[in-house]
Antibody, heavy 115, light 106 residues
Framework: EVHLVESGGALVHPGRSLRLSCATS????????MTWVRQAPGRGLEWVGF??????????EYAASVKGRFTISRDDSKSIAYLQMNSLKTEDTAVYYC??????WGQGTLVTVSS | DIQMTQSPSSLSASVGDRVTITCRTS??????LNWYQQRPEKAPRLLIS???TLISGVPSRFSGSGSGTDFTLTISSLQAEDFATYFC?????????FGQGTKLEI
């Protein structure tokens, strides 16, 4: 059974950094792209970005709203995906979901950016 | 970027009703459209992929149709557990975009 568990969400001040983790199990992690999506409180869903699998170069793509500030990486030996978030803004406040596109979603982790 | 227009934004209905939610995209996405259900405080759940493919375990009262730029999610006979928010999403090209959501209420 596929499991995705996000962690690392916290309350942080604007301008600070935070790294989210997505621990996975139940599938061959190295064979799949992984995606991050976020949802601001009471709002809709916003795609953040994804990382391809190593056979497909492990390349990344990002939403314009986070490009240059966020970095997605992966550790295939640990079956974990990461979302490094730098220069955080108040508008980054959201629940962040890790996804094995598009069937499997984690439970989400809350990031609050506030002074 | 592909723009998504989902309607209605909210919908009042009763158990047993047939409801339809529509999603229109700003350019053709072939059939690369997903539908999700989200209950309060829960992660979205994929209901339908590729416009009309019902995900395993999803009740058959859910169905999807459409291609190109116009898509529809239909619930043939509402059950109490169907009252939730529904989102469409295009999986055709980056950046993947979502509809604004339809809140289905009693």
């Amino acid at each position: 059974e596929v499991h995705l568990v996000e962690s690392g969400g916290a309350l942080v001040h604007p301008g600070r950094s935070l790294r989210l983790s997505c621990a996975t199990s139940g599938f061959s992690f190295g064979d799949y792209a992984m995606t991050w999506v976020r949802q601001a409180p009471g709002r809709g869903l916003e795609w953040v970005g994804f990382i391809r699998s190593k056979p497909y170069s492990g390349a990344t793509e990002y939403a314009a709203s986070v490009k240059g500030r966020f970095t997605i990486s992966r550790d295939d030996s640990k079956s974990i995906a990461y979302l490094q978030m730098n220069s955080l803004k108040t508008e980054d406040t959201a629940v962040y979901y890790c996804i094995l596109p598009w069937d499997y979603w984690g439970q989400g982790t809350l990031v609050t950016v506030s002074s | 970027d592909i723009q998504m227009t989902q309607s209605p934004s909210s919908l009042s209905a009763s158990v047993g009703d047939r409801v339809t939610i529509t999603c229109r995209t700003s350019q053709s996405i072939n059939n690369n459209l997903n539908w999700y259900q989200q209950r309060p405080e829960k992660a979205p759940r994929l209901l339908i992929s590729a416009a009309y493919t019902l995900i395993s375990g999803v009740p058959s009262r859910f169905s999807g149709s459409g291609s190109g730029t116009d898509f529809t999610l239909t619930i043939s006979s509402l059950q109490a557990e169907d009252f939730a928010t529904y989102f469409c999403q295009q999986a055709h090209s980056v950046p993947y975009t979502f509809g604004q959501g339809t809140k289905l209420e009693i």
